[in-house]
């Protein structure tokens, strides 16, 4: 039996894929936050968090899955052809290749370091959203969204930090910027609960769906399971 994908699901799918490459435009500018620094997108990543919450909670781990590994290809693309671009010759009266190359040259330490981030704690907060609901009996939406997205990030930035900094920057740097882009996404997860509250309830409703992940397999790569 083939399972049904909803236009709902592909607008969510859609919106965490946008979210996600328009971070990885914005990551290119440090920012400062009262006492804190981190980079602008702190801005708009926690929304695919946020997102990846949503569809979990109606729509269960195994399609949060397939949209997180749908989100690494598109932004791998994104990211191929906007490499692509900076290597292509320039034209003699086109003057800011030196711009592109110093805010888009990524290099492979940082690439990786994001994409190997990404794929690690989005779903290690799909996985804590999971069974904290089943756990729960789908109680305390709100607890479980603030701590599967605290996972996942912490998770995220110990990954990324280390792998695209390390030898770089100081170690009390990198452990501060682990830290504050932790607590910084997190506390964004937590001020715009209520608007997550009240989507997770109306697409319940528009849905007719509420999924606990019971007797699933959890294997990361198994997108064959939808």
């Known amino acids: 039996m083939r399972s049904k994908i909803s236009v709902l699901f592909l607008l969510l799918t859609s919106m965490f894929c946008v979210f996600l490459i328009l971070a990885n435009l914005m990551e290119v500018k440090v920012v400062r936050f009262g006492v804190f620094t981190a980079t602008a997108g702190l801005a708009v990543f926690p929304i695919s968090y946020i997102i990846n919450d949503c569809i979990v909670e109606v729509y269960g781990f195994r399609k949060a899955r397939l949209v997180i590994w749908l989100g690494f290809l598109m932004n791998f693309i994104f990211v191929m052809f906007l490499q692509l671009?900076?290597?292509?010759?320039?034209?003699?009266?086109?003057?800011?290749?030196?711009?592109?190359?110093?805010?888009?040259?990524?290099?492979?330490?940082?690439?990786?370091?994001?994409?190997?981030?990404?794929i690690c704690g989005s779903m290690v907060n799909a996985y804590v959203m999971s069974k904290m609901k089943v756990i729960s009996n789908g109680k305390m939406f709100s607890l479980r969204a603030v701590l599967s997205t605290l996972f996942g990030e912490t998770v995220d930035s110990f990954?990324?930090?280390?792998?695209?900094?390390?030898?770089?920057?100081?170690?009390?740097?990198?452990?501060?910027?682990?830290?504050?882009?932790?607590?910084?996404?997190?506390?964004?997860?937590?001020?715009?609960?209520?608007?997550?509250?009240?989507?997770?309830?109306?697409?319940?409703r528009h849905e007719d769906l509420d999924t606990f992940d019971k007797n699933i397999d959890y294997k990361w790569w198994r997108i064959d399971q939808i």
């Open 159 to 204: 990954i990324f930090f280390p792998v695209a900094f390390l030898g770089v920057l100081p170690l009390s740097t990198i452990i501060s910027l682990i830290w504050t882009q932790a607590l910084l996404k997190t506390i964004y997860e937590i001020i715009v609960l209520p608007v997550t509250i009240k989507v997770v309830k109306e697409i319940k």
């Open 85 to 118: 671009a900076i290597v292509l010759p320039s034209d003699p009266s086109w003057t800011h290749q030196e711009a592109i190359d110093t805010i888009f040259g990524n290099t492979p330490r940082i690439l990786l370091g994001s994409f190997v981030a990404f």
